[in-house]
Antibody
Framework: EVQLVESGGGLVQPGGSLRLSCAASGFTLSSYWMSWVRQAPGKGLEWVANIKQDGSDKRYVDSVKGRFTISRDNAKNSLYLQMNSLRVEDTAVYYC???????????WGQGTLVTVSS | QSALTQPASVSGSPGQSITISCTGTSSDVGAYHYVSWYQQHPGKAPKLMIYDVSNRPSGVSNRFSGSKSGNTASLTISGLQADDEADYYCSSYRSSSPYVFGTGTKVTVL
C-alpha cells in the first residue's frame, strides 16, 4: 500500500525557516518524480515544486523561487521541502504527492500545517 | 501563473448527472492531453479521480468521466450520490509551470 506521511509543520514567525519531510512507503521512491502542493486555509490547491527521480531537475512556482528548496533522499525513502524567508502568505497545509507525470498526482499524504504569524 | 477557471458551485439531486467545467488557455488545457481531476472531502487530502482527460485510476467509480473540447475540460458525475458531495479541482500540465490547478468547485447533493 502506497503511503506518504508528512511532518515538520508548525508555527513560525515571518522571515523564519522550516523544513518539511515526507516519508514514502509501499513503492520505489527512486522511480517517481515527487511534488509538494499547498492549500491555504479555505482556499484552493497550489502546486509548489517538484523534483525528478534522481534529484537532477527541480521546478518551482514563481512565488517560492529563491526561498524554497525541494530535495530527496531515495535511500531514506524521503522527500523534503526547505522553506526559508517565510511569509504570512505561505500559511497553508502542505501535501506531498507522488508525481506520475504531467498533471497526474496519484497518491497524496495527509498534509502538514504551516502557520506563518507573529 | 493564473489558475484555471471553474464554477464556484454545482448542485444536483441524488441520481442526477452534473458536469463541472474547467476553462484554461491554449497554453495549458488546449495544448495538452494532460488534464486531471481531484476530489477533496473536508479535512482530507485530494484524491485523483481522472487523469489524461478521460482515464480513471483503478478503484474509481465509472460514474466519473472526463472530456475536453478546445480550452475547456469537463468532469461529469452520473448517478449522483451523497458521498460525491465534496470539492473538485481540475489540473492541467503547463510547460511554464508543470502544474496549474483550477479554482475549485463545491458539489452539493440536494
Amino acid at each position: 500500500e502506497v503511503q506518504l506521511v508528512e511532518s515538520g509543520g508548525g508555527l513560525v514567525q515571518p522571515g523564519g525557516s522550516l523544513r518539511l519531510s515526507c516519508a514514502a512507503s509501499g513503492f520505489t521512491l527512486s522511480s517517481y518524480w515527487m511534488s509538494w502542493v499547498r492549500q491555504a486555509p479555505g482556499k484552493g490547491l497550489e502546486w509548489v515544486a517538484n523534483i525528478k527521480q534522481d534529484g537532477s531537475d527541480k521546478r518551482y512556482v514563481d512565488s517560492v523561487k529563491g526561498r524554497f528548496t525541494i530535495s530527496r533522499d531515495n535511500a531514506k525513502n524521503s522527500l523534503y521541502l526547505q522553506m526559508n524567508s517565510l511569509r504570512v502568505e505561505d500559511t497553508a497545509v502542505y501535501y506531498c504527492a507522488r508525481d506520475s507525470g504531467k498533471s497526474k498526482l496519484d497518491y497524496w499524504g495527509q498534509g502538514t500545517l504551516v502557520t506563518v504569524s507573529s | 501563473q493564473s489558475a484555471l477557471t471553474q464554477p464556484a458551485s454545482v448542485s444536483g439531486s441524488p441520481g442526477q448527472s452534473i458536469t463541472i467545467s474547467c476553462t484554461g488557455t491554449s497554453s495549458d488545457v488546449g495544448a495538452y492531453h494532460y488534464v486531471s481531476w481531484y476530489q477533496q472531502h473536508p479535512g482530507k487530502a485530494p484524491k485523483l479521480m481522472i487523469y489524461d482527460v478521460s482515464n480513471r485510476p483503478s478503484g474509481v467509480s465509472n460514474r466519473f468521466s472526463g472530456s475536453k473540447s478546445g480550452n475547456t475540460a469537463s468532469l461529469t458525475i452520473s448517478g449522483l450520490q451523497a458521498d460525491d458531495e465534496a470539492d473538485y479541482y481540475c489540473s492541467s500540465y503547463r510547460s511554464s509551470s508543470p502544474y496549474v490547478f483550477g479554482t475549485g468547485t463545491k458539489v452539493t447533493v440536494l
